[in-house]
DNA sequence: CGGTATCCGGTGCGATACTG
DNA sequence: CAGTATCGCACCGGATACCG
């Protein structure tokens, strides 16, 4: 028997939505698979920052959640293909929308200094960079 | 000087977004701003799962990222309230569809047994309630 | 190639108690 | 009312090594 995933769920609509690919690289893996279907080590080379373990154990998650496919090839070498389902399919607009309000108001802070004080912290976020 | 929040960041629009509001608390305070002002306790008891502790913390994060506002009433007893900011107010597109996401795909189990075996499991994520 | 297994440190977060 | 302070542990997630 598996876990419960995560913490609790109180019975919110928009934590169970956020459950299912509220994390950073649920997230990011979906949005690599809206342009089609990857082999594991690709997904590993579009994503250098996370690290096979996580890659491997957010997959399974995802399968799980019925939001991607898994294919095994019967070859040597091996050969995994995962690819959205329909149901993670239907994230497509939600994640292009998440993604472009990203772009528009996290822009990335330019070196110059900035004309008034900037209103907010969020640049600060975009800047330290992967480990 | 406050700690870069939270992991790191690849540069990924996506990550930067759900920095801001991919946590479930986070999400669900935005959400439940979106109806209007509301005094610290007013959220907790829309909030019955979320300590005082965390409430805090995601609000005065919120509040760093220029998501929200928290305007206090010099008197007593004391008064807070949080709404949105403008910033915040943009992202109320988003939190709706993903409200409405969570609606329409991940609709509560009924205790009748299901038609089908159900292609996911995700309709079990929304089972355990909070603890 | 596409994973598991194991170890282990950091921190997210709850519980509880105290405060202006 | 609207918070801080402190403790404690679960678990997230990195590093490394091994495997079919």
């Known amino acids: 028997m598996r876990k419960q995933r995560h913490q609790a769920y109180t019975c919110c609509p928009l934590e169970a939505a956020l459950d299912v690919m509220g994390s950073k690289w649920k997230a990011t893996i979906l949005f690599r698979l809206l342009d089609g279907t990857r082999r594991f080590n690709e997904l590993r080379r579009l994503m250098p920052n996370v690290t096979q373990r996580m890659l491997t154990l957010q997959l399974r998650e995802l399968e799980a959640d019925g939001m991607i496919l898994r294919k095994v090839f019967a070859e040597v070498p091996p050969k995994v293909e995962y690819s959205l389902s329909d149901l993670g399919r239907t994230l497509e607009p939600l994640l ?24 907010s912290s969020i640049e600060k976020k975009i800047l330290r960079s992967s480990n």
Chains 1, 2 share one sequence.
């Open 96 to 119: 292009r929308e998440l993604y472009q309000w990203g772009q528009t108001h996290i822009q990335r802070k330019q070196p110059e200094a900035s004309p008034e004080p900037a209103s």
